[in-house]
């Protein structure tokens, strides 16, 4: 494994991840809100940034396929938590939550029980927008600890709710193209 720029920049998300809660332990809000927003948004650029350059600069390497996905699954389900228990658990924010939760849960155990074969689970584009709707959905929650203002807990509510309604769908994408491969006739 080369540490090339597209990697560290996956790691340092990896790493970020762990720090968001952190951040609500060591300051109050509003000051924590704004590091963790920009904890949160500089993690979720790098989600761009680090598959544009691998592409662009021919960088694609396995360790990058193998921890880009985790990094970011680690920082949007980390922040859901933080955002979550900061709202105080309202049924809207915590159910989209929990739909996410699932599919992140239920698609990361198709891919380890398909093995080799999880390949057939390729990320699709749905599924990238649906990456950037949970990241622009969790930095509008969180930015509402800054400016408190009910129209922004709303508009970050809502997009919550389009992100969960998005994961439900690529998550059923990914169930069906797995299906095949789950029936009791296919041995391995």
Same mark, same amino acid.
């Given at each position: 494994m080369r540490w090339t720029l597209p990697n560290i920049l996956s790691v340092l998300r990896l790493f970020a991840a762990p720090l968001f809660p952190a951040v609500y332990f060591l300051w109050d809000s509003p000051l924590a809100d704004w590091i963790a927003l920009f904890v949160f948004v500089g993690a979720s650029a790098t989600d761009w940034v680090d598959g544009y350059l691998a592409r662009k600069w021919n960088l694609v390497s396995r360790f990058g396929a193998m921890v880009d996905p985790i990094a970011d699954k680690a920082m949007v389900l980390i922040a859901l938590m933080v955002v979550v228990a900061h709202f105080g658990m309202p049924v $809207? @924010? $915590?159910?989209?939550? #929990?739909? @996410? %939760? %699932?599919?992140?849960v239920f698609v990361? #155990?198709?891919?380890e029980f398909l093995g080799a074969r999880a390949g057939q689970l390729r990320v699709t584009k749905l599924a990238k927008w649906k990456t950037t709707v949970q990241m622009v959905a969790i930095s509008v929650l969180i930015g509402h600890g800054i400016v408190a203002q009910p129209a922004v807990e709303l508009i970050g509510t809502a997009l919550l709710v389009v992100a969960a309604v998005l994961t439900l769908v690529t998550g059923l994408d990914y169930f069906a193209k797995a299906w095949p491969y789950l029936s009791e006739n296919d041995r391995p």
């Open positions: $809207t @924010i $915590t159910l989209a939550a #929990g739909v @996410i %939760f %699932f599919r992140e990361s #155990g198709l891919r």
